[in-house]
């Protein structure tokens, strides 16, 4: 299984950015797929997650209204648009998929720093 997120950077405040993460190794089109998010010295936070056909999605409360989680199963990628962008969302994101009920996979994650 690998996972591997694409499109961080840095972006002033207010802009915006889409992630996308590749996968391999799986059935993607099976599986709920997530992105968290990890600032220093903090603990690791669900952000947004997708149901394997992409209609049922959840967001944490301080993204909803400005970040869609989508998928496109025939690429076996989840992307993450994120827009209004706040140095708040200042954090390293990681893609992640659990298989089995208990076994985790995340990738390598891509960096985000919102920043004037």
């Known amino acids: 299984v690998q996972l591997v997120e694409s499109g961080g950077g840095l972006v002033q405040p207010g802009g915006s950015l889409r992630l996308s993460c590749a996968t391999s190794?799986?059935?993607?089109?099976?599986?709920?797929m997530s992105w968290y998010r990890q600032a220093p010295g903090k603990e690791r936070e669900l952000v947004a997650t997708i149901n394997n056909v992409g209609v049922n999605t959840n967001y944490a409360d301080s993204v909803k209204g400005r970040f869609t989680i989508s998928r496109d199963n025939a690429k076996k990628t989840v992307y993450l648009q994120m827009n209004s962008l706040k140095p708040e969302d200042t954090a390293k994101y990681y893609c992640?998929?659990?298989?089995?009920?208990?076994?985790?996979?995340w990738g390598q994650g891509t960096q985000v720093t919102v920043s004037s």
């Open positions: 190794g799986f059935t993607f089109s099976t599986y709920t």
């Open positions: 992640f998929v659990k298989r089995f009920g208990t076994i985790d996979y």
